[in-house]
C-alpha cells in the first residue's frame, strides 16, 4: 500500500485502476483508468510485508489541506492476486492528525532505478541523488526498503565531502524480503545542499530470462524511501530520484563518487 497526498486526484470517483499491476481480472466491475494523483504527487507513507505500525517522532508530522500542497490523500493498494467472487477487502490505513500547528514538517524522499537484471546473474541496481535545494537541512529518521522477488540487500547511504575526503554514512540496510516498514535510522545524521543520497540494491536471479524494473510481479523494483523532517522550511521539492540502472549506471562509473563501500554495501 502506498499513501499519497495530492493537490488534485486522479479522479473523483471514489475507486479507480492505477493501471500499474496490469493483471486480467474475472471481475464484472470496470474501474477507470487513472495515475493516483492528478498533480502535486506527494509519496506519504508505504507498507508492505505485514509490518507493524509506524509512529512518527514528537513534534512532526504531514502538513495536509489548508495552506499545504497537499488537499486530498490518495491510498494505492497492490494486490499479489486478484479476489474471488466470495472474498471481501478490508486493507486500509489508520492516520492519527492534529489541528495544532507542529515545529516539524515531515517528508519523503524515493532513490528508485530503471533498468534490467540478466538471466541467471548477481546484479547491483544503483542510484545516487545530490541534494541542490538552497537553504533546505533534512534530518532522515526511517527508511524503507522494497523489491520484489530477486532483491537479497538494499542499502542506503548519506555521502559527504570533507577536506577532499569523500566518506559514506549509512541510513539503514535490510533484506526486503523481511517486513517491509519504515525502520528507525539510528545514527543523527543531517543532508545538506551538496551532500549526496545514494543507495544500492544487490539482486540475485537464477531465472532464464532477463527481468527489467517494472510494477508487476514479474518485473523487479529497486527502491529506497528515506522519511524525514524540516524545521523552519518546507519539505524537499524533489521527492523522487531515479538512476538509469543496470547496465547504464553504477556507482563505480560515477565520477562524483569515490571511496564506495562495496561489501559493505551488498551485505548484511
Not at 497526498?5 to 493501471?19: H, I, L, Y
Not at 486530498?72 to 495544532?100: K, M
Not at 551538496?194 to 529497486?222: F, H
Not at 518546507?234 to 549506471?249: A, D, F, K, N, T
Request: net charge negative; charged share 20%; with cysteine.
Amino acid at each position: 500500500m502506498v499513501l499519497y497526498g495530492c493537490s488534485e486526484p486522479g479522479t473523483e470517483d471514489p475507486v479507480w485502476n492505477c493501471g500499474e499491476m496490469q493483471m486480467a481480472s474475472n471481475s464484472h466491475k470496470t474501474y477507470m483508468h487513472s495515475t493516483p494523483c492528478k498533480s502535486g504527487s506527494n509519496i506519504m507513507y508505504a507498507w508492505a510485508r505485514d509490518a507493524p505500525t509506524l509512529k512518527l517522532p514528537n513534534g512532526v508530522g504531514f502538513k495536509v489541506g489548508g495552506d499545504s500542497k497537499i488537499n486530498y490523500l490518495v491510498l494505492q493498494v497492490h494486490y499479489h492476486r486478484t479476489f474471488d467472487e466470495d472474498e471481501t477487502d478490508n486493507s486500509g490505513i489508520y492516520l492519527h492528525y492534529t489541528e495544532q500547528q507542529l515545529d516539524k514538517q515531515a517528508g519523503v524522499y524515493l532513490l528508485a532505478t530503471n533498468g534490467k537484471i540478466p538471466p541467471n546473474s548477481i546484479e547491483h541496481m544503483e542510484t545516487s541523488c545530490p541534494l541542490y535545494e538552497t537553504g533546505k537541512v533534512i534530518h532522515p529518521f526511517a527508511y524503507r526498503v522494497h523489491t520484489h522477488e530477486l532483491g537479497k540487500v538494499v542499502a542506503g547511504y548519506r555521502v559527504k565531502n570533507s577536506n577532499g575526503v569523500q566518506t559514506w554514512d549509512l541510513l539503514g540496510k535490510r533484506d526486503p524480503m523481511t517486513p517491509q516498514m519504515f525502520y528507525p535510522i539510528e545514527k543523527n545524521i543531517t543532508v545538506k545542499f551538496g551532500d549526496i543520497l545514494a543507495a544500492r540494491c544487490t539482486m540475485e536471479s537464477r531465472r532464464n530470462t532477463v527481468t527489467r524494473i517494472g510494477a508487476t510481479s514479474d518485473d523487479e523494483m529497486c527502491n529506497f524511501y528515506v522519511m524525514y523532517w524540516v524545521e523552519g522550511t518546507e519539505p524537499l521539492e524533489q521527492q523522487i530520484c531515479v538512476s538509469e540502472g543496470s547496465p547504464r549506471y553504477y556507482w563505480y562509473s560515477d565520477p562524483y563518487l569515490t571511496n564506495i563501500p562495496d561489501e559493505e554495501a551488498s551485505t548484511l
